[in-house]
T-cell receptor
């Protein structure tokens, strides 16, 4: 059981480049989300999805796009990378929408540096 | 990752002693809370949860206390071990999502 798998683990981008962070889960979870983690600021929600075909914005969505074409996958796209997007990114999933009191399972993270 | 924990409050505890990590949450309507542990270079891992209709819940070596009056959550770790060294986050359920606290770094001294 792989759980939540994120790729890549590390990435360096130049300002203005685009890329997609991949996230896949094999637990048939409805709810998936993306967070960024910056020093001293905990985890901040970027985008989330309560099921295939449904996405919504979190606390810090600007500069990021997501889609949810399947239950398993929830990629995060940076269309034009900026140094302010240097961070560690975590994907998480849970059985149902978190509001129904279920824990979230996290991936191992992607460390992104934008130069 | 390696940058997690910079500027975080740090709790240093002697191996074998008990640890208490505190968290203030923001929304009085939050009805579900989780403590996560994050080791360096890894994603957060679930430790224990508690619903708002409880004020205490115990797990293996861990206890979570909830005081809704002052919106305060604490995590107690009994007989702290070197493997407990990590950053600990509380999270409160807010609507469909969680809001995470900034975290506390626990350092276990030999």
């Amino acid at each position: 059981n792989a759980g939540v798998t994120q790729t890549p683990k590390f990435q360096v981008l130049k300002t203005g480049q685009s890329m997609t962070l991949q996230c896949a889960q094999d637990m048939n979870h409805e709810y998936m989300s993306w967070y960024r983690q910056d020093p001293g600021m905990g985890l901040r929600l970027i985008h989330y999805s309560v099921g295939a075909g449904i996405t919504d914005q979190g606390e810090v969505p600007n500069g990021y796009n997501v889609s949810r074409s399947t239950t398993e996958d929830f990629p995060l796209r940076l269309l034009s990378a900026a140094p302010s997007q240097t961070s560690v990114y975590f994907c998480a999933s849970s059985y149902s929408a978190v509001g129904r009191n279920t824990e979230a399972f996290f991936g191992q993270g992607t460390r992104l540096t934008v130069v | 990752g390696e940058n997690v924990g910079l500027h975080l409050p740090t709790l240093s505890v002697q191996e074998g002693d008990n640890s208490i990590i505190n968290c203030a949450y923001s929304n009085s309507a939050s009805d579900y809370f989780i403590w996560y542990k994050q080791e360096s270079g890894k994603g957060p891992q679930f430790i224990i949860d508690i619903r708002s209709n409880m004020d205490k819940r115990q797990g293996q070596r861990v206890t979570v206390l909830l005081n809704k009056t002052v919106k305060h959550l604490s995590l107690q770790i009994a007989a702290t071990q070197p493997g407990d060294s990590a950053v600990y986050f509380c999270a409160e359920n807010y609507g469909q999502n969680f809001v995470f606290g900034p975290g506390t770094r626990l350092s276990v001294l030999p």
